[in-house]
C-alpha cells in the first residue's frame, strides 16, 4: 500500500502562486507515476499534470502549461507542484494520485491523497 498526503492549498488572490506537497509513504514509489489532478465543483475530475517519479517524463493540460511546474525530493518522497499566475479558474480540490500506468485519466491510477483545496479570488 502507498498512502499519498497533499497540503499546500489556500486562498490567493488572482495572479499569486501556490506549491502544493504530496508525500508517499508505505511501498517505494520509485517507477511510479505520479499525477495530479483537481475537481472544482459540479465538474469531472480533471487531468493537471503526470510525471514519472524519476522525472524524466512530465506531461502538463494545455490548461497549465507554462505556468504549473512539477519537482521532487527523492530523499522525501516528495512531489511538488508550483502553481503559478493562478486564475479564479484553477479554484478547486487538487488530489496527488500514483500508478503503474501513465494515464491522464484518474481512475487508472492505484493511489491518491485526500485532497487539498485551492481557491484563486479574482
Known amino acids: 500500500q502507498v498512502q499519498l498526503v497533499e497540503s499546500g492549498g489556500g486562498l490567493v488572490q488572482a495572479g499569486g502562486s501556490l506549491r502544493l506537497s504530496c508525500s508517499a509513504s508505505?511501498?517505494?514509489?520509485?517507477?511510479?507515476?505520479m499525477g495530479w489532478f483537481r475537481q472544482a465543483p459540479r465538474k469531472e475530475r480533471e487531468f493537471v499534470e503526470a510525471?514519472?517519479?524519476?522525472?524524466?517524463?512530465?506531461d502538463y493540460a494545455d490548461s497549465v502549461k507554462g505556468r504549473f511546474t512539477i519537482s521532487r525530493d527523492n530523499a522525501k518522497n516528495t512531489v511538488y507542484l508550483q502553481m503559478n499566475s493562478l486564475n479564479p479558474e484553477d479554484t478547486a480540490v487538487y488530489y496527488c494520485?500514483?500508478?503503474?500506468?501513465?494515464?491522464?485519466?484518474?481512475?487508472?491510477?492505484?493511489?491518491w491523497g485526500q485532497g487539498t483545496q485551492v481557491t484563486a479570488s479574482s
Open positions: 494520485e500514483g500508478g503503474r500506468a501513465w494515464s491522464r485519466w484518474a481512475r487508472t491510477y492505484d493511489y
Open positions: 510525471s514519472t517519479w524519476s522525472g524524466d517524463s512530465t
Open positions: 508505505g511501498r517505494t514509489v520509485s517507477g511510479y507515476v
